[in-house]
């Protein structure tokens, strides 16, 4: 099927800056749209941000201004700038992606969701 490889989180501080990459493989599929979640320890994994394939963008109230998705649907690739970073941004954030695939040249598209694997961000204050 179709899997995420991500990178670019890590260690910043407080005001600082992080761009997270998530790139998605495989074959004969194509992405409707990619975004990105978090999950803080304790907390439900919460949607961060997201982006369609014709470009359309949808963010959480505590991210606006300060995040930015983007992605390039040649690479199916998704990015998320993250800008004026806040202690409370610290989480595991996950990539998601969700489609159609088929197993076969000319075969029945089907439906497919996936999940990277998740990269830590931790701001210190």
């Known amino acids: 099927q179709v899997q995420l490889v991500e990178s670019g989180g890590g260690l910043v501080q407080a005001g600082g800056s992080l761009r997270l990459s998530c790139a998605a493989s495989g074959s004969m599929f194509s992405v409707n749209a990619m975004g990105w979640y978090r999950q803080a320890p304790g907390k439900q994994r919460e949607l961060v941000a997201r982006?369609?394939?014709?470009?359309?963008?949808n963010y959480a109230d505590s991210v606006k201004g300060r995040f930015t998705i983007s992605s390039d649907n040649a690479r199916n690739t998704v990015y998320l700038q993250m800008n004026s970073m806040k202690p409370e941004d610290t989480a595991v954030y996950y990539c998601?992606?969700?489609?159609?695939?088929?197993?076969?040249?000319?075969?029945?598209?089907?439906?497919?969701?996936?999940w990277g694997q998740g990269t830590q961000v931790t701001v210190s204050s």
């Open positions: 982006i369609s394939n014709g470009g359309s963008t």
């Open positions: 998601n992606t969700a489609g159609s695939y088929s197993d076969y040249e000319s075969g029945p598209l089907l439906p497919f969701a996936s």
